[in-house]
């Protein structure tokens, strides 16, 4: 037997059997002083005694199993409470909520913890590339197999490179309190596309790439946060130029705003290499590369990820569809903000 349930047990019941005896004692004196005389007291007392005892008895042998499962329920949470009363049931069903609630948690968490062990593990992979190579344009530096122009130039990429890498990770760790680096606001999605753009006339100039933005002359307002979207355009355009190739003929980037009701549709549409069928359903997830990321080593597979994490916490709906030989189309869906 359990010492500790059974010294709960007499703390929970030692209240109501004082309450108990204490009014049959009242009610025996009652009728003592009404009467006059004195009134046969035992055998009644003996009898309420034996009915209180059986009650007790009952009491204990729903109290204790139930009391030692729980006592024993700290270890192994699956084991069967099989309640008996009423505020017992009510017990095992809030302790299965919370169990339940506390469960979701853990396992969120430790998804989120290996989630993170695999980005940083991958990302640890991806700078080591740049770093390497910019050790072994040193190497054939120091061993007069480069010139000191070439090696520059072969460092000043990596470099860029890394920063890119470098500056995704901050965005991604800043995805984790997106709520406070939030704020929604109403956004001329022309001006805000013509920003990026301008931003990245030296990439498109480099690429022998030309964007044609088509979009109406009047503002065409979204309700969106300017530093995020503006991540999601540099990105998508950054994919636009770099998976355009380069060729004999000048490529195209065509970026085109259609207002709708109460939705505007932004599309980015290159000319480039497209994206294999197999492949679409995946390029959405975090570090896939795909067929593509084989052709182009700076293919790091965290771009689309970021721009669908980011846009979903917008409220806003990307889209990708794509023909080898053909070409890539994202659309993006924004709230319309008149």
Not at 17 to 37: A, E
Not at 107 to 116: A, C, D, H, R, V
Not at 144 to 162: C, F, G, H, P, Q
Not at 176 to 203: A, C, W
Request: glycine share 6%.
């Amino acid at each position: 037997m359990n010492k500790r349930i059974l010294k709960n047990f007499i703390k929970d019941h030692i209240g109501f059997t004082v309450l108990f005896f204490g009014g049959s004692l009242l009610i025996t004196l009652f009728y003592n002083i009404s009467t006059g005389s004195a009134v046969e007291w035992f055998y009644p007392f003996l009898i309420t005694t034996f009915i209180f005892c059986v009650f007790l008895i009952l009491r204990w042998f729903r109290y204790y199993p139930f009391n030692l499962r729980l006592l024993k329920a700290s270890e192994d949470f699956c084991l069967d409470l099989s309640p008996s009363t009423c505020e017992q049931q009510e017990m095992s069903l809030i302790l299965e909520m919370t169990h339940q609630r506390y469960m979701e948690k853990i396992n969120g968490l430790q998804w989120e913890y290996k989630n993170n062990k695999r980005f940083i593990s991958q990302w640890i992979h991806n700078m080591k590339t740049p770093v390497s190579i910019i050790d072994l344009v040193l190497q054939k530096t120091h061993q007069k197999e480069m010139s000191s122009d070439n090696a520059l130039s072969d460092i000043k990429e990596e470099n860029v490179r890394l920063l890119g890498l470098l500056d995704k990770t901050l965005q991604l760790l800043r995805l984790e309190d997106f709520s406070g680096d939030y704020l929604p606001e109403k956004l001329d999605l022309g001006t805000e596309v013509k920003r990026v753009i301008n931003r990245r006339k030296n990439h498109f100039i480099h690429s022998g790439v030309f964007p044609r933005l088509e979009a109406p002359e009047e503002p065409v307002w979204v309700l969106s946060d300017a530093k995020w979207n503006e991540v999601i355009l540099d990105q998508l355009l950054s994919n636009a130029i770099k998976y355009s190739g380069k060729g004999e003929n000048p490529k195209k980037v065509y970026i085109t705003i259609e207002r709708h009701e109460d939705e505007v549709l932004l599309r980015i549409r290159d000319e480039g290499i497209g994206i294999p069928e197999y492949d679409l359903h995946r390029v959405f997830e975090a570090f896939f590369t795909g067929e593509n990321g084989r052709s182009y080593s700076s293919a790091t597979g965290i771009g689309l990820y970021l721009c669908r994490a980011i846009a979903e916490k917008l409220g806003h709906k990307i889209q990708l569809q794509s023909k080898v030989g053909q070409g890539t189309e994202v659309t993006i869906t924004y709230l319309s903000k008149v």
